[in-house]
């Protein structure tokens, strides 16, 4: 085994290690706030209230894979959180007719992070006529955790910046030398131009790719290897949940952001199922204020019960 495996190899397990017990401790937590894991049984009606990226562990291989957690909130007021198998990835551009040598190159030299890769077609918005439909191939590398997207990504950006520069460089002399030189076999790494979705966020690309809303219904099935959801869009009620909104306003410099250093909190307002509170810190705040009204609009009613203390640790 070279060297840069067996380093691939201790960062994957320090990596998965951490990662599995941040999960635990997060799956231990949301079960006690009422989101448990709905791993086996009967489809279930939910109403999909948030979702975030999380990950999950293979009882049989022990390793960590990335994951969406969709969280929902049933008709009867009950809750429960699902975890939804999802690979990240982006696309790699590379030279016309080297999509094939890349793809070789890239297993070779990444096997320990890169789950997949295919060759897909899309539209390039670069190209000048773009509107005709005309089609590129990319390459499509699948991970199975956002860390090993994030490395492989970090390495090839390196390549491709490399390459850009390289290219602008020899533009104005490629129709000089493409007649007078031999064509030479083309290097893998120079053959890389262009990273392109790299940049959209885990979560945010499972749900484009899935059609997946928040405050939508969904009948959730487990099969045997993945969650299955079918969107009810004849269900248009929304669940009834708890909504708590809070606002927190502090001291500031001029120009400058709150410091929690020496910055003190002047108010904090919040509102729990239409109720609102407001605590008032006196150091601040040169008299007492009494109990108070704000209705932006009718059908956003704001009654609010003020609390006056002395000072921040009140």
């Not at 773009?130 to 492989?152: A, N, P, R």
């Not at 602008?168 to 392109?196: F, H, N, T, W």
């Not at 904090?268 to 509170?277: A, K, N, R, T």
Request: proline share 2%.
């Amino acid at each position: 085994m070279s060297g840069d495996k067996r380093r691939w190899d201790r960062k994957d397990s320090r990596r998965s290690n951490m990662q599995k017990v941040v999960s635990t401790a997060e799956d231990e937590l949301e079960s006690k706030l009422g989101f448990g894991l709905f791993s086996e049984g009967e489809t279930r009606l939910g109403w999909l209230l948030t979702f975030a990226s999380s990950s999950w562990e293979d009882s049989d291989t022990g390793k960590t894979y990335g994951c969406v957690d969709l969280y929902f909130v049933t008709q009867d007021g009950f809750s429960f959180k699902t975890k939804y198998k999802f690979r990240p990835y982006f696309y790699v551009a590379t030279k016309d007719k080297m999509e094939l040598e890349v793809e070789g190159y890239l297993r070779r030299r990444y096997e320990r992070q890169v789950a997949d890769i295919e060759i897909v077609e899309k539209e390039d918005l670069d190209l000048k006529n773009h509107l005709s439909g005309l089609q590129k191939k990319y390459l499509k590398i699948s991970f199975d955790t956002v860390q090993q997207l994030m490395e492989v990504k970090r390495d090839l950006s390196h390549v491709v910046e490399r390459n850009q520069a390289k290219f602008d460089a020899l533009e104005a002399y490629e129709s000089i030398l493409a007649g007078k030189r031999k064509q030479r076999p083309e290097d893998c790494l120079d053959s890389m131009v262009d990273l392109r979705e790299y940049d959209v966020p885990y979560h945010v690309r499972f749900a484009i790719d899935n059609d997946v809303r928040s405050g939508q219904w969904y009948n959730v099935s487990i099969s045997s290897s993945d969650v299955i959801l079918e969107k009810r869009t004849d269900l248009l009620q929304r669940a009834e949940v708890r909504v708590c909104a809070f606002d927190i306003e502090t001291t500031k410099l001029e120009l400058k952001f709150p410091d929690a250093e020496y910055d003190q909190i002047m108010m904090i307002s919040y509102m729990v199922d239409g109720q609102g509170f407001l605590i008032i810190n006196r150091e601040c705040v040169g008299e007492d204020v009494e109990d108070l009204e704000y209705t932006p609009k009718p059908e956003f009613e704001g009654y609010f019960k003020v609390t006056n203390v002395n000072n921040e640790v009140k």
